[in-house]
């Protein structure tokens, strides 16, 4: 796969609410998973409360539509699913079945 096919990921957060750290945990949590899978994780700052993860301008989690904030488990697998839907996350999978 070429590097302009990869899949781009973008986060914006709330810098009114001081999620940058979040964020970036969560970037540092998908990088960590996917690696080279993906082209790009972005932070983008916004305001209002916002929390929106989007894989390639498709919406992953949204902090308002979704109820709060995902845990690392349940966002690996809303991106694992657009990224690539036959790979297993081991464990994150086995907390969805759990749950």
Do not use: N
Not at 3 to 18: A, K, L
Not at 20 to 31: F, P, S, T, V, Y
Not at 69 to 86: E, G, I, M, T
Request: hydrophobic share 35%; charged share 35%.
């Amino acid at each position: 796969m070429t590097d302009d096919r990869r899949p781009r990921v973008e986060i914006t957060y709330c810098t009114q609410c001081q999620w940058l750290l979040r964020a970036g945990w969560m970037a540092q949590e998908l990088l960590s998973t996917f690696g080279t899978e993906l082209g790009e994780v972005a932070l983008v700052p916004g305001t209002g409360g916002v929390f929106r993860v989007r894989v390639d301008d498709v919406l992953a989690w949204d902090r308002k539509e979704d109820g709060g904030f995902p845990d690392a488990a349940a966002l690996k697998r809303r991106v694992r699913d657009r990224v690539d839907p036959d790979r297993t996350l081991g464990h994150a999978d086995r907390a969805e079945s759990d749950a």
